[in-house]
């Protein structure tokens, strides 16, 4: 279920295999910016705005593809732990990679969204994912998510509340209560579940990450950090997802 790839390793054939199934949503944990900067004597900020190219240029590739849904781990509710220096810095990258990404987003027709907990963020940052947002609503190819202020226990907390407001309101029973009830009360309702969850930079842990959502996804844990994760990554990852043997809980019929 879990592999890793080295640095530089190459897929066998990798010029020759063709990608045949590409997978409807894919998750990322972007791991790693902090220690790919310290590792060159840089300051964890460096990390940072160079795993924001990052996301540039798999953003772009991803719609190139084909993939339908790109969700990326933005910053976690519990990131706020983290020195004030960088969370502020963080906060601000919203904007000002919005400022210099959005015609490469329009031009490539993808749409943005955001999951987690928006209106506790800075203004600016508010201000600077609903403006994109309201500029690419009527995009219609590749649903860019960023996962913001987001932590699955906190999402599945607030839908079990709803839910049990829903049953003292008589909406329903508690014995009507099924998964769907509670899908359909996380921020990821309008969403299908992803397919397959990458997590850079070679830790293997879910980190408080679309607990409910995963349930049956594909997991790929690679060591190459965040801001070296290149297309030929992205790519050699979905060849691996292309192999895989996807039973949801059954049998393989061969």
Do not use: C
């Amino acid at each position: 279920m879990f592999k890793f790839f080295r640095k530089n390793e190459l897929v066998e054939k990798n010029d020759k295999q063709e990608l045949k199934k590409i997978p409807t949503h894919v998750a990322i944990i972007m791991d790693g910016n902090g220690r790919w900067a310290k590792k060159r004597n840089m300051p964890r900020i460096k990390g940072h705005y160079e795993g924001m190219q990052t996301v540039k240029k798999i953003t772009k590739y991803a719609s190139k593809l084909g993939v339908e849904y790109l969700t990326l781990y933005a910053f976690s509710t519990e990131n706020w732990a983290r020195p004030k220096e960088e969370v502020s810095y963080l906060m601000d990258l919203p904007e000002k990679m919005f400022s210099s990404f959005m015609p490469e987003l329009m031009e490539n027709n993808v749409k943005v969204e955001v999951i987690g907990v928006v209106e506790k963020l800075p203004e600016n940052t508010r201000k600077a994912v609903n403006d994109a947002i309201e500029n690419t609503k009527n995009n219609t190819g590749l649903k860019l998510i960023f996962a913001l202020n987001y932590g699955s226990k906190d999402e599945m907390l607030r839908a079990i509340k709803q839910i049990t407001k829903d049953v003292q309101d008589n909406k329903y029973s508690i014995d009507e209560i099924s998964e769907e009830h509670v899908s359909q009360n996380l921020f990821t309702s309008n969403t299908p579940d992803p397919d397959l969850l990458i997590r850079t930079s070679g830790e293997q842990r879910i980190s408080n990450f679309l607990l409910w959502q995963i349930a049956y996804s594909e997991f790929l844990f690679t060591k190459v950090a965040w801001p070296d994760f290149t297309e030929e990554e992205f790519y050699k990852a979905l060849l691996e997802y292309q192999s895989r043997d996807r039973r949801f809980g059954g049998l393989n019929e061969d």
